[in-house]
């Protein structure tokens, strides 16, 4: 397999936490990912959860190059050193097969116990198993993954035009979240659950996914930490060679140098790039991971 060289610019951390990539969606931003992996260095990687998309994949076939990039990058991570954890989330669940193996240097773990530089201990988890729609009724998810991959398809068009007037990449999804209230109440209640979780099992924070925003804040005695998400924010928790946690927001951080795909209509046969790009063949699952 060939590799491009290294970017001049690499940052390096001690431990990067990266989830809700939805490889096989159009909502994907895989450039943007690319990049990242591109420019960043760590000790140890984290894969807290839908990195691939299978309930999508299910429905429609969509894969592209960019996709290729991105597990590209990740194996040569492996291959260079890098400890990388694989913790499956909902979109990805059939992974949850491999939990408590170690795949072509790839741990598969339900979750894991984080000790950052400093000596704090962080759980680290998905996070679907405090959604009630997910736990309780998969039908109402999948109606209600619809609904947001469309959403995400006016997203990728308001920000085409956005591009065009040289501006930043600004998620519409985002916005709306912190705007309608039901939305709001619903993020506050599952950071409340994922805090609790990690108090009972007597650590200092949590790391989670799932929820596509990004976050980090104190909840009583607990450090909560959402990663965020590569579909809207794309955004990752990173972690210091001195134990400090930070959110990155690489669409701010990559701005006039990454150019993502153009828009194609959600739910269609359309492609976003070729025809060709869009029908890559992906690695299969040993190839995914060495």
């Given at each position: 397999?060939n590799?491009?060289?290294?970017?001049?610019?690499v940052?390096?951390?001690?431990t990067?936490?990266?989830?809700?990539?939805?490889?096989?969606?159009?909502?994907?931003?895989?450039e943007f990912?690319?990049?990242?992996?591109?420019?960043?260095?760590?000790?140890?990687l984290?894969?807290?959860?839908?990195?691939v998309d299978?309930?999508?994949l299910?429905?429609i076939?969509?894969w592209?190059t960019?996709f290729?990039?991105?597990?590209?990058?990740?194996?040569?991570?492996?291959?260079n050193?890098t400890?990388v954890?694989?913790?499956?989330?909902?979109?990805d669940?059939?992974?949850?097969?491999?939990?408590?193996?170690?795949?072509?240097?790839?741990?598969?773990?339900?979750?894991?116990?984080?000790?950052?530089?400093?000596?704090?201990r962080?759980?680290?988890?998905?996070?679907?198993?405090?959604?009630g729609?997910?736990?309780n009724?998969?039908w109402?998810?999948?109606?209600?993954?619809?609904a947001y991959?469309?959403a995400?398809?006016?997203n990728?068009v308001?920000?085409?035009?956005?591009?065009?007037?040289?501006l930043?990449?600004?998620?519409?999804?985002?916005?709306?979240?912190?705007k309608?209230?039901s939305?709001?109440?619903?993020i506050?209640k599952?950071e409340?659950?994922?805090?609790?979780?990690?108090?009972?099992?007597?650590?200092?924070?949590?790391?989670?996914?799932h929820?596509?925003?990004?976050?980090?804040?104190?909840?009583?005695?607990?450090?909560?930490c959402n990663?965020?998400?590569?579909v809207?924010?794309?955004?990752?928790?990173v972690?210091d060679m001195?134990?400090?946690?930070?959110?990155?927001?690489w669409?701010?951080?990559?701005?006039?140098r990454?150019?993502p795909?153009a828009?194609?209509?959600?739910?269609?046969?359309?492609?976003?790039?070729?025809e060709?790009?869009a029908?890559?063949?992906?690695?299969?699952l040993?190839?995914?991971?060495?």
């Open positions: 397999m590799m491009m060289p290294l970017p001049e610019r940052t390096r951390h001690r990067i936490f990266i989830s809700d990539i939805h490889l096989g969606t159009r909502g994907c931003k895989a990912l690319h990049d990242f992996l591109r420019h960043t260095e760590s000790e140890t984290y894969l807290v959860g839908d990195i299978g309930w999508r299910k429905k076939w969509y592209r960019a290729n990039d991105v597990v590209h990058e990740v194996l040569r991570k492996v291959q050193g400890r954890i694989y913790i499956p989330g909902n979109h669940e059939i992974a949850r097969n491999y939990v408590g193996l170690t795949v072509g240097g790839v741990e598969f773990r339900a979750d894991d116990i984080h000790k950052t530089a400093d000596g704090r962080f759980l680290v988890l998905h996070g679907d198993e405090f959604d729609v997910v736990r009724a998969k109402l998810a999948m109606i209600g993954d619809w991959n469309t995400l398809w006016v990728s308001f920000n085409w035009g956005r591009r065009q007037l040289g930043h990449y600004w998620s519409l999804s985002a916005f709306l979240k912190k309608v209230k939305a709001f109440n619903y506050q599952y409340t659950l994922v805090a609790d979780t990690a108090e009972k099992r007597g650590v200092d924070g949590v790391i989670c996914g929820i596509h925003h990004a976050e980090m804040r104190m909840i009583g005695d607990i450090l909560y990663d965020g998400d590569w809207e924010s794309c955004t990752a928790l972690e001195d134990g400090q946690l930070s959110i990155l927001n669409a701010h951080i990559s701005h006039g990454v150019q795909a828009p194609s209509e959600p739910g269609t046969g359309a492609r976003s790039g070729s060709e790009d029908q890559a063949s992906p690695p299969r040993p190839e995914l991971v060495g």
